[in-house]
């Protein structure tokens, strides 16, 4: 196929302003698929991904158009819009030569849309810009392309107007992408060079690697090399989704695809690897992704102790469809044998951890997430510290350092004083307001990351009714006045439940914090302290008193339904329960320590 005819772009927008629809739109319109076979999201075909309604996965489908008389293969790219798939987004976007930046006309330019654009015009992507939901009463289609217009300093001539639902303007848009966008400009007569941007695992075929040809040709039969490790493999199957597999003797220069090679070893496999081809191949490896920076850590164990290896298999396997969070063992008193995890945000960590449970069986019991903090310490050494039990004691601590975001909020401008409340009870700094019109405005503070990444999120959409939306990028580490907050049960520190605080809330929080543990624990056949202390100086306690005899004494009295409500209760927390020392704490225990409201 000439690379002349074909189109490489994705969509990027903010969450719920309709890229999946419009997706399921452009399969429907080139006869990609049938309307028999339509459902709609049918590109979202993750279970968790139909039920949440949200795009986790980047996915590729190549399609087939004819304008004027000529076939266009276009391949689009879906990826996902939440703040938390940024890395998702970066790699479509350096597989494509444009994007089509989708804007919801009822709701107007909001914070991943801003995000978004930077991020496809940082990779010199032609933007097609494009307002969706032109059918909807509440569109405004004038007012948000001078949004555009304010933001991004695009001209309001160069915005299409669609409908992803009804599919109205939905030719034009054919028509703007392949005008707009530029053909592949790779080389097929140069040596085989192929970006690896996704990869799954399968229990048949072993790894398959999503590719994208920059120059030269991919065949069946041939022998290639994974440039990265550098180990040799012969190509089995290959083939490109439309949307469903479909083989293919050969993916030419710009072409997107699968490549299934008897990988078996998850670890030969890296996102971002150039494959090339043996003998004759490229000396040079494509330029890789910027490795993501993982925000959020939080312990992930196995409630049942034998489950160790399972966990450890399930990672493995999880990291090959998704490279961008981390894990490393670690063992914990209270929880026994886990891994340490890294993820890019709260959600990808509750995806993850839910993803983990399901496709591989297991039940987890997870520790409160926190940042990475960097420390100075008095032998003048500095050290990164993503778990707070490795945080050295007070007396050994020079500076101590966490991480700091700045924080674009767009909103309507009645809601701004609300936002700058709680962005001040959250230690932060104002920066600036832009107006976008006259009701709504952009909003700058610098916060840090650790006071934003539990609820904020949930804060600015209560406080906004639903209309604020946020985006952030890290800065750097600032000093402040930070400490560990140890907790001790019956005597006995929970290494598992430590967490790092601003000293001014101390003693706020670890009150709190017993007072919550204590409601959280059941009773037991003795007495049970629980402390709070920061080094060796214990700033609140509370006492879980001994249990009576009889057992189901506080049910007396009771009705029947409210009795079985607690026995159910009580079997629900079983699930997950952790043995400290005589004592069983369950999972919502360690969760408590999260919830500082
Ligand atoms: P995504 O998060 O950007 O992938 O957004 P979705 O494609 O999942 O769409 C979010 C919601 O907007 C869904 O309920 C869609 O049905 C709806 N939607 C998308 N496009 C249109 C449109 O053009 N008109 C109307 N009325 N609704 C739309
Ligand atoms: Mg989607």
């Known amino acids: 196929f000439d690379p002349k005819y074909i ?104 914070a991943q849309t801003v995000a978004n654009a930077y991020l496809a015009i940082g990779n010199d992507l032609a933007i097609v810009p494009v307002l969706n939901k032109i059918d909807m009463q509440a569109s405004r289609p004038e007012e948000i392309k001078e949004e555009i217009m304010t933001t991004l300093g695009i001209d309001p001539s160069e915005v299409l107007a669609v409908s992803a639902k009804s599919g109205l303007g939905v030719p034009d848009l054919f028509r703007a992408i392949i005008e707009r966008v530029p053909p592949p400009a790779g080389d097929p007569d140069k040596p085989l060079r192929a970006m690896i941007f ?41 083939g490109r989704f439309r949307p469903r597999e479909v083989a293919c003797d050969e993916l030419g220069v710009g072409q997107v695809g699968y490549v299934s090679a008897n990988i078996k070893k998850l670890s030969d496999v890296r996102i971002g690897d150039t494959i090339t081809q043996v003998p004759g191949g490229a000396t040079e490896a494509l330029e890789g992704y910027e490795e993501p920076v993982q925000v959020v850590f939080c312990g992930l164990f196995p409630a049942s102790h034998n489950q160790f290896d399972d966990l450890r298999t399930a990672l493995q396997k999880l990291a090959l469809n998704d490279s961008s969070f981390t894990f490393e063992p670690e063992t914990s008193d209270a929880l026994g044998f886990g891994f340490r995890c890294g993820f890019l945000g709260m959600l990808h960590m509750e995806i993850i951890q839910q993803r983990l449970e399901r496709e591989s069986n297991l039940m987890l019991v997870q520790t409160a997430p926190n940042v990475t903090y960097e420390i100075l310490n008095r032998k ?97 580490f600032r000093a402040d006045d930070l400490c560990r907050l140890d907790i001790l049960v019956a005597g006995q520190k929970v290494d598992a439940l430590s ?52 057992v189901t004494a506080k049910c007396y009295g009771g009705d029947v339904s409210r009795k079985r409500k607690l026995l159910e209760k009580q079997k629900e927390g079983k699930k997950r329960m952790k043995q400290v020392g005589n004592v069983e704490i369950s999972q919502e225990a360690f969760l408590s320590v999260l919830d500082d409201s």
């Open 499 to 550: 967490i790092v605080v601003h000293r001014d809330h101390a003693d706020r929080r670890g009150r709190k914090l017993v007072k919550k543990l204590k409601g959280e624990i059941d009773r037991h056949q003795f007495e049970v302290p629980i402390q709070a202390a920061i080094g060796s100086r214990v700033i609140a306690r509370e006492t879980i008193q001994a249990l009576r005899k009889n």
């Open 198 to 238: 996704d990869s799954k695992f399968d229990d048949y075929q072993g790894v398959v690697v999503y590719v994208r040809v920059v120059d030269g040709t991919l065949k069946v039969g041939q022998k290639i090399r994974l440039m990265a490790g550098g180990t040799d493999f012969e190509v089995v199957s290959l």
């Open 380 to 476: 003048g050494e500095i050290l990164h510290i993503s778990n707070p039990t490795r945080i050295p004691d007070p007396g050994d601590i020079e500076e101590f350092r966490e991480p700091i975001a700045k924080v674009n909020f767009i909103l309507p401008t009645e809601n701004i004083g609300a936002i700058m409340q709680l962005c001040e009870d959250r230690r932060g700094t104002y920066i600036k307001t832009e107006y976008l019109s006259t009701t709504r405005a952009i909003l700058t503070y610098q916060l840090p990351l650790a006071e934003m990444i539990y609820d904020l999120y949930d804060k600015l959409k209560s406080a906004t009714r639903g209309y604020g939306t946020m985006d952030y990028e890290l800065q750097g």
């Open 7 to 110: 189109r490489n772009f994705s969509i990027v927008a903010h969450i719920d302003h309709g890229k999946s629809t419009l997706a399921d739109q452009l399969l429907l319109q080139s006869g990609a698929i049938t309307q028999r076979e339509f459902r709609e999201q049918l590109l979202d075909d993750m279970d968790l991904e139909r039920e949440r309604g949200i795009t986790i996965k980047a996915r590729a489908v190549a399609i087939n158009y004819t304008l004027d008389g000529q076939v266009y293969e276009l391949n689009l790219i879906d990826t996902p819009g939440h703040v938390d798939f940024h890395y998702e987004v970066s790699r479509s976007l350096a597989a494509c030569e444009g994007a089509i930046l989708l804007v919801d006309s009822t709701q107007g330019v909001q």
